[in-house]
């Protein structure tokens, strides 16, 4: 009986330990920009009892973007040699870093932009604030749509014959 690609990869160790850094990382950078946690002067967690769901959607989006990464990582690595198969992994590489945070953080180059045209940018940054929810529940949504995409590709799955020890990959 095979399981998911999901669940296969996390079977391996080396890619649950790819995942933990990922996580740690992903979500200490979210946490920090969302003013949960500071570093000086002394390092802090601070929870206001109005921003428990946004700490909520805060921890969905870590966990979901270090399980899409993992998991597209794995399978790339999977495909490697094949030619043009490689879009679903990829893809969903791509989906777990743009969906993985809110935008009014991490891209650079809408603030270098709106930096370069000055009041824009505080313009900007208030839009993309005021919808940080919605944004958040967006994102959420997509990195949830490419884990059935991976889990539905069967590049990762593993299955097991019933009669035999070997383990060979589905295609």
């Given at each position: 009986?095979?399981?998911?690609?999901?669940?296969?990869?996390?079977?391996?160790?080396?890619?649950?330990?790819?995942?933990?850094?990922?996580?740690i990382g992903y979500g200490?950078?979210?946490?920090?920009?969302?003013?949960?946690?500071?570093?000086?002067?002394?390092?802090?967690?601070?929870?206001?009892?109005?921003?428990?769901?946004?700490?909520?959607?805060?921890?969905?989006?870590?966990?979901?973007?270090?399980?899409?990464?993992?998991?597209?990582?794995?399978?790339?690595?999977?495909?490697?040699?094949?030619?043009?198969?490689?879009?679903?992994?990829?893809?969903?590489?791509?989906?777990?870093?743009?969906?993985?945070?809110?935008?009014?953080?991490?891209?650079?180059?809408?603030?270098?932009?709106?930096?370069?045209?000055?009041?824009?940018?505080?313009?900007?940054?208030?839009?993309?604030?005021?919808?940080?929810?919605?944004?958040?529940?967006?994102?959420?949504?997509?990195?949830?749509?490419?884990?059935?995409?991976?889990?539905?590709?069967?590049?990762?799955?593993?299955?097991?014959?019933?009669?035999?020890?070997?383990?060979?990959?589905?295609?």
């Amino acid at each position: 009986m095979s399981t998911s690609p999901v669940v296969d990869t996390f079977r391996d160790a080396k890619y649950a330990l790819l995942a933990t850094p990922i996580i740690i990382g992903y979500g200490v950078t979210l946490l920090f920009f969302d003013q949960f946690l500071f570093f000086s002067p002394y390092f802090i967690f601070y929870l206001p009892s109005s921003e428990i769901g946004n700490l909520a959607l805060d921890i969905v989006l870590t966990i979901l973007t270090g399980l899409v990464l993992t998991v597209s990582i794995r399978q790339l690595v999977l495909q490697r040699g094949r030619r043009g198969t490689s879009k679903v992994g990829a893809v969903g590489i791509i989906a777990a870093i743009l969906a993985g945070a809110c935008p009014c953080y991490y891209l650079v180059p809408l603030l270098a932009v709106a930096g370069a045209v000055g009041a824009a940018l505080g313009d900007v940054g208030i839009l993309l604030n005021a919808f940080q929810v919605p944004i958040k529940v967006a994102a959420i949504l997509l990195l949830l749509f490419s884990t059935y995409k991976l889990n539905k590709s069967g590049i990762c799955k593993v299955s097991t014959p019933v009669r035999g020890v070997s383990q060979t990959l589905s295609l």
